[in-house]
């Protein structure tokens, strides 16, 4: 039975012109060809969708003619690399009729085995996609720069007596007189290393007591800043755990203490 079917599939007629140009315009992505010249050979009828011109209308018109003007050398570095065996993938920003801009992921792989043009591409517009990074990415950036603005010092470090720095906010060059970049990983110092020396081992206790009973700790000592000067200061955290319960760290954050 299986043999007959794949004998009927063998003999099925050739789809004809109509039905290829059928399934080419129901595509939802853009397919076209460009050639030497970089001028637009065929194009599908999705073309509209993002460009809002007709696609019989955009042929014989020059690919970049679509682009967003500061995308235009991008689009000719990349054709520069094209060659035979070979697709270059890209983004790029496509403007519609309105000005509106498309993002679009771009394919481009020449048709023919033997030369580089005419070129065949597709379009796929992924515009919600990079909306959604530029959106997560300004959040990120304006919680960044909320987080910068706190005079005190967010710390995420690690369970040892160095208190090892794996994030330190900006707002830590208030508190100790030392930059973010001079405390992380002890690349300059330690957090460990000006905390008074009499007060260190009392830190290193309670901490160690909280972060056994799963509890935040609310300590209060003493630091040297980095001009000599003595400060007290107010230390509010609580441990990082694993699934086990393994301590994995301490996150809190540090600010001066209000006068006693």
């Known amino acids: 039975m299986a043999l007959m079917n794949w004998t009927r599939r063998v003999q099925a007629p050739a789809p004809s012109e109509q039905q290829l140009l059928q399934l080419f315009n129901s595509l939802s992505d853009v ?28 042929i014989a018109h020059p690919f970049s003619e679509f682009l967003h003007p500061e995308d235009i050398g991008n689009w000719k570095r990349l054709l520069d690399k094209v060659s035979v065996g070979k697709t270059e993938l890209i983004w790029l920003r496509m403007l519609n009729q309105q000005g509106e801009i498309h993002w679009c992921e771009m394919r481009v792989q020449p048709i023919n085995n033997d030369r580089k043009y005419p070129v065949s591409a597709t379009l796929c517009d992924i515009t919600p996609q990079v909306r959604s990074d530029q959106v997560r990415d300004a959040n990120h950036r304006s919680l960044q720069s909320l987080v910068d603005r706190i005079p005190a ?32 990983n002890q690349s300059q110092i330690s957090l460990g290393s000006i905390i008074h020396a009499d007060d260190a081992p009392q830190v290193w206790d309670d901490v160690q007591t909280a972060l056994g009973l799963l509890q935040p700790f609310d300590l209060h000592y003493r630091i040297t800043r980095a001009d000599g000067t003595e400060m007290r200061v107010r230390d509010r955290g609580q441990g990082l755990y694993s699934e086990s319960g393994l301590v994995m760290g301490v996150e809190g954050i540090i600010l001066q203490a209000a006068e006693e």
Do not use: P
């Open 31 to 58: 397919v076209l060809a460009i050639d030497e010249h970089q001028h637009i050979v065929t194009v599908n009828n999705a073309w509209k969708g993002i460009t809002g011109v007709e696609a019989g209308d955009a």
């Open 153 to 184: 010092m967010l710390y995420r470090a690690r369970n040892n007596v160095s208190w090892t720095m794996e994030y330190v906010s900006s707002g830590c060059e208030l508190v100790t007189g030392y930059s973010a970049e001079s405390l992380l």
